[in-house]
């Protein structure tokens, strides 16, 4: 884990040095250029072995939950700040129904993960102009969170493989967006170590509801 982070956080921060001009300007348009392309690659690559880290830590059994009582309706808040820039730059509505006081024992940390994980694909997939909802209720002594958008969807014979680690749905809607594969991944495992489950609903072109 240190030897992998360690350089890549050495290169994201003297790219970010270099676009600040904090020692002068760069000089050609084209090294602005390229420096923004190592920063956002450098960032990509540091996301993609973060997962890999997590889901190897679940897989090996190594993952120790804390449980607590958290209160969903701050914490799915704080998950919506964390990618309202993303969806403000492709012009999406984000809209909350979380019903009041909804509270679950749950492991904080991992609980905003699965948030995050679920809304940022949510977010990716969905073109310009489009919705994303969430919405939170209880269920008997359960919590229930759904995550739906108007995205690109994803086709039936896909649906069942989506989850294992790695797995991304090929098709030409989708070759444009990076991704490891493993978010949903690691989204799935968490829920099931809270001992819930995660269900997926989708139709191509209409959207996804996780």
């Known amino acids: ?28 348009e084209k090294y602005n250029e390229y420096c923004r392309d190592i920063h956002q690659s450098g960032q990509y690559l540091l996301d993609v072995i973060n997962d890999i880290l997590d889901m190897s830590k679940i897989e090996a059994g190594r993952l120790r939950l804390e449980f607590e009582a958290v209160d969903l309706d701050n914490l799915l808040a704080e998950s919506i700040r ?21 509270q679950l024992k749950a492991d904080r940390r991992a609980l905003k993960q699965i948030a995050l994980n679920l809304l940022s694909n949510a977010v990716k997939f969905t073109p310009e102009g489009g919705r994303v909802t969430l919405r939170g209720r209880t269920c008997g002594d359960c919590a229930v969170i759904s995550i739906a958008d108007t995205g690109i ?7 069942a493989r989506l989850g294992r680690p790695f797995e991304q749905v090929e098709s030409q809607h989708t070759k444009s967006y990076q991704g490891s594969g493993l978010g949903l991944a690691i989204a799935k495992s968490l829920i099931e170590l809270h001992g819930g489950a995660m269900h997926i609903r989708s139709a191509p072109g209409r959207g996804t509801m996780v």
Request: glycine share 10%; hydrophobic share 40%.
């Open 1 to 28: 884990s240190h030897e992998l982070r360690t350089p890549l956080n050495a290169i994201i921060g003297f790219s970010e040095i270099m676009q600040s001009g904090m020692f002068g300007p760069l000089g050609a």
């Open 82 to 102: 964390v990618v309202s820039a993303r969806a403000q730059d492709r012009q999406l509505t984000v809209t909350t129904r979380i019903e009041p006081g909804l």
């Open 153 to 159: 969807g994803i086709e039936k014979e896909a649906l």
